[in-house]
């Protein structure tokens, strides 16, 4: 089996319209813990925790900590020149989970990867690690910056927050529009297996090319007024999420939870309004952009 189908068994459908209900636990648990103050700063309090819990809870990992996940996830992207280091750190967060597995497997999909046979022998503890790495960062920090510029971009307009609340086609709309024009991760690089002709520059075979994701989502060419946000533009699609084989494995629960987290913060704090004019980014590795903070406030409420 290859790597990513297993990866793609994670998100099947009916896996996450299980996850769904679990979600909303996690969104209103995290909001009972700001909700009596009448102010947060939705990225440390809300955009980050949520996708870390979600994850586990898609997985089924219960005993990480989550303040010990994000550092650690937030360290890989950070400092490439420690990255194995943090791998063999971010496997030995869930490996004894993992192990456990193994001698008692359970009906989730934690034990699908602890027993999984991938080139027909099952995974040793190094590659457990790494492959569990594609979870904690790609579905951890990329969920949050999105999340996090999708509240900026909608919660200062109370007609469209209002009307994402219950139009599912305009809810998607906006999270792949906040995708698009600010991808959290800006460029990939990837290797050339052919000669390729590009406006009229020869890309020679086995060449390393930096795809600019960022600039490729606002190109005047495609994009009518390309720096604004717009959920209801009439474009073709955006590359935030990859393209053909390289296509986000993980955007779906990625969606389902960036869709959970909006309406479910409307639903408790419907009163809810900015109090940044502008949201500043911090850049890492010359790729990877996530919101500094997205402060806000509203009436305070009691915890569910």
Request: proline letters at 6%; charged letters at 25%.
């Given at each position: 089996?290859?790597?990513?189908?297993?990866?793609?068994?994670?998100?099947?459908?009916?896996?996450?319209?299980?996850?769904?209900?679990?979600?909303?636990?996690?969104?209103?648990?995290?909001?009972?813990?700001?909700?009596?103050?009448?102010?947060?700063?939705?990225?440390?309090?809300?955009?980050?925790?949520?996708?870390?819990?979600?994850?586990?809870?898609?997985?089924?990992?219960?005993?990480?900590?989550?303040?010990?996940?994000?550092?650690?996830?937030?360290?890989?992207?950070?400092?490439?020149?420690?990255?194995?280091?943090?791998?063999?750190?971010?496997?030995?967060?869930?490996?004894?989970?993992?192990?456990?597995?193994?001698?008692?497997?359970?009906?989730?999909?934690?034990?699908?990867?602890?027993?999984?046979?991938?080139?027909?022998?099952?995974?040793?503890?190094?590659?457990?690690?790494?492959?569990?790495?594609?979870?904690?960062?790609?579905?951890?920090?990329?969920?949050?910056?999105?999340?996090?510029?999708?509240?900026?971009?909608?919660?200062?307009?109370?007609?469209?927050?209002?009307?994402?609340?219950?139009?599912?086609?305009?809810?998607?709309?906006?999270?792949?529009?906040?995708?698009?024009?600010?991808?959290?991760?800006?460029?990939?690089?990837?290797?050339?297996?052919?000669?390729?002709?590009?406006?009229?520059?020869?890309?020679p075979a086995d060449s390393t090319v930096r795809l600019c994701y960022g600039a490729a989502n606002r190109d005047p060419a495609v994009f009518e007024q390309p720096d604004q946000?717009?959920?209801?533009?009439?474009?073709?699609?955006?590359?935030?999420?990859?393209?053909?084989?390289?296509?986000?494995?993980?955007?779906?629960?990625?969606?389902?939870?960036?869709?959970?987290?909006?309406?479910?913060?409307?639903?408790?704090?419907?009163?809810?309004?900015?109090?940044?004019?502008?949201?500043?980014?911090?850049?890492?590795?010359?790729?990877?952009?996530?919101?500094?903070?997205?402060?806000?406030?509203?009436?305070?409420?009691?915890?569910?």
């Open positions: 089996m290859a790597a990513k189908r297993l990866y793609m068994e994670a998100f099947a459908p009916a896996r996450l319209k299980a996850l769904e209900p679990k979600l909303i636990d996690i969104a209103n648990s995290l909001i009972d813990a700001f909700a009596a103050r009448g102010s947060c700063d939705l990225v440390e309090d809300y955009a980050h925790p949520l996708p870390v819990l979600g994850v586990c809870s898609a997985i089924g990992v219960s005993g990480v900590s989550v303040d010990r996940m994000r550092k650690v996830s937030s360290d890989f992207g950070k400092d490439p020149s420690r990255r194995q280091e943090v791998i063999a750190e971010l496997g030995g967060l869930v490996m004894g989970e993992l192990m456990e597995r193994r001698t008692n497997p359970k009906d989730d999909y934690l034990s699908r990867v602890a027993n999984a046979e991938l080139n027909g022998r099952k995974m040793d503890e190094g590659d457990l690690a790494r492959f569990m790495v594609g979870f904690f960062t790609a579905g951890h920090e990329t969920t949050s910056s999105t999340l996090s510029s999708l509240l900026f971009h909608t919660l200062s307009r109370p007609d469209l927050r209002e009307r994402m609340t219950t139009d599912d086609t305009l809810m998607s709309a906006a999270i792949e529009e906040t995708v698009r024009l600010n991808p959290p991760f800006q460029a990939f690089h990837r290797t050339t297996t052919t000669d390729v002709e590009v406006s009229g520059a020869v890309i946000f717009d959920p209801e533009r009439q474009a073709p699609g955006h590359l935030g999420f990859g393209a053909g084989r390289h296509l986000c494995a993980g955007a779906p629960l990625a969606r389902l939870e960036i869709k959970t987290a909006f309406r479910t913060l409307l639903k408790r704090l419907p009163d809810i309004v900015l109090t940044q004019e502008k949201l500043d980014y911090s850049f890492s590795d010359g790729a990877f952009s996530a919101p500094l903070k997205c402060t806000a406030s509203f009436s305070p409420a009691n915890p569910v």
